[in-house]
C-alpha cells in the first residue's frame, strides 16, 4: 500500500467519524421534532417537507456521482429519522383482547406489529397449520370471541372461515375485515353473520413496504365503519394514526371502484408483463429497470390473490373490458 493512499484513507475514515456525529445531532433534533408534533397533534410523516429538503439537497451538490444517489440516501435518513420520532410518541395503550385467524405473511405483520405497539392487547392467534399450545395459538373457539377479530385468509375462503364462527363468536366481537377487495367480504359477513359487528378496511402495506413493520409513515389504510361501535371505532383509529398510518375513510362500494383501476390494473398488468416473460436487458433504461423491479414485487403475491382480485371485485372487468378497449384502439391508431 502506497503511502498517498494510506493517508487519502485515514482521511476517510476521520470524514466517516465527523459524519456519523453530524448525523447523530440530526437525529437528536429530530426527536424534539417528533415531541413537538407530540404536543401539536401534527402528522410525523410530512412528504411536502421531505421533497423540498431533496430539492434543496440536489441544488446544492455539486458532485454528479454524488446528486444521483442523494435521494436515496436522504429516503434512509428519512425513514430512519421518523422512527425515532415515533419512539417519542407515547406508546398506544387501550385494554382490548384480539383475535386473528391466519399467519401468513400479512397475518404475521399484525399479530407483530399489534403485540409491539398496542399497550394493554391480549391477543390470540388461530392458524389451522400451527399447534395449538395455548400459548402462541389457541383453538378458534378462544380466538373467535375477542372483542376485535382479524380474518387474515385468502378472499376465496372468507365464506368458508365466516361458517365456522357461527357457533364462536361472541356477542361483543367486531369483526375487522383487512381483505384487498371491500363489497364481497362484508356482503358475506352481514348474510353470514348478520348480528355481528362489522368494520371494512385495505392495509394498503405489507411486510415489504413497511420493512417487516418497522415504518408505517405515509403508508395508506381504506377504512369504513359497517356497524361498529362508534368508539370502538375511533381507538382502531387512533391506534394507526399513531403509527403514521393515513386512514382513508370511504364506502366498500367506491373502495372496489377505485381499487379496481389502480391495484387491481397494476397487478393486471404484472400478470402480463409475466406472461410475456418480461425481464431486464443489458441495454435498460432507468425507467424500465424501475418497471422490472415492480414487476418483480406485484408478482411475488399468489396466484390466488391475484385470481381474487379479478374475479370478487365487480369493478375489475369493467376495468380489463375497458384495457382490451384501449388497447384495440391503439393498434388501430397505428394502421
Known amino acids: 500500500m502506497t503511502d498517498d493512499l494510506n493517508a487519502y484513507r485515514q482521511k476517510i475514515d ?5 459524519i456519523i456525529k453530524l448525523l447523530e445531532s440530526r437525529f437528536e433534533i429530530s426527536g424534539k421534532i417528533g415531541k413537538a ?9 410530512v412528504p411536502e417537507r421531505e421533497k423540498l429538503i431533496l430539492k434543496t439537497l440536489k441544488a446544492k451538490t455539486k458532485n454528479p456521482f454524488l446528486a444521483r444517489g442523494i435521494e436515496k440516501i436522504y429516503r434512509e435518513i428519512f425513514t ?11 406508546k398506544f395503550h387501550h385494554p382490548i383482547s384480539i383475535g386473528i385467524i391466519g399467519h401468513g405473511n400479512f397475518g404475521e405483520l399484525l399479530a407483530r406489529t399489534l403485540e409491539k405497539y398496542w399497550g394493554g392487547a391480549e391477543i390470540k392467534i388461530f392458524e389451522p397449520r400451527k399447534k ?3 400459548e402462541n395459538f389457541f383453538a378458534l373457539k378462544d ?5 376485535l377479530l382479524f ?9 368458508k372461515v365466516l361458517e365456522s364462527l357461527r357457533d364462536y363468536i361472541s356477542d361483543k366481537t367486531t369483526i375487522v ?9 362484508i356482503e358475506c359477513a352481514k348474510k353470514i353473520l348478520p348480528q355481528t359487528r362489522l368494520i371494512a378496511t385495505h392495509p394498503m402495506y405489507g411486510p415489504d413496504s413497511t420493512f417487516d413493520g418497522t415504518d408505517f409513515c405515509g403508508r395508506k389504510m381504506a377504512i369504513y365503519n359497517i356497524s361498529a361501535d362508534k368508539k370502538l371505532y375511533e381507538i382502531y383509529k387512533k391506534f394507526w394514526k399513531n403509527l403514521g398510518v393515513e386512514m382513508v375513510e370511504m ?11 389502480s391495484q387491481a390494473y397494476i397487478h393486471f398488468i404484472g400478470k402480463i408483463g409475466e406472461k410475456m416473460n418480461i425481464k431486464e436487458t443489458s441495454i435498460d433504461t432507468k425507467s424500465f429497470s424501475f418497471f422490472c423491479n415492480a414487476l418483480t414485487m406485484m408478482n411475488s403475491d399468489s396466484e390466488e390473490l391475484f385470481r381474487d382480485m379479478m374475479t370478487k371485485n365487480p369493478y375489475a372487468k369493467t376495468m380489463r373490458k375497458e384495457f382490451q378497449r384501449t388497447l384495440n384502439q391503439i393498434e388501430s391508431d397505428l394502421k
Open 14 to 18: 476521520k470524514i466517516d467519524v465527523e
Open 37 to 45: 408534533k407530540t404536543i401539536a397533534n401534527e402528522k410525523i410523516f
Open 80 to 90: 430512519a429519522s421518523r422512527n425515532s420520532q415515533k419512539i417519542c410518541r407515547e
Open 132 to 134: 395449538i399450545d395455548g
Open 143 to 147: 380466538v373467535a370471541s375477542q372483542e
Open 151 to 159: 380474518p387474515c385468509v385468502p378472499i376465496s375462503v372468507i365464506p
Open 177 to 185: 375485515d383487512v381483505c384487498s377487495v371491500k363489497i364481497f367480504p
Open 251 to 261: 364506502t366498500p362500494n367506491r373502495h372496489d371502484e377505485l381499487s379496481a383501476f
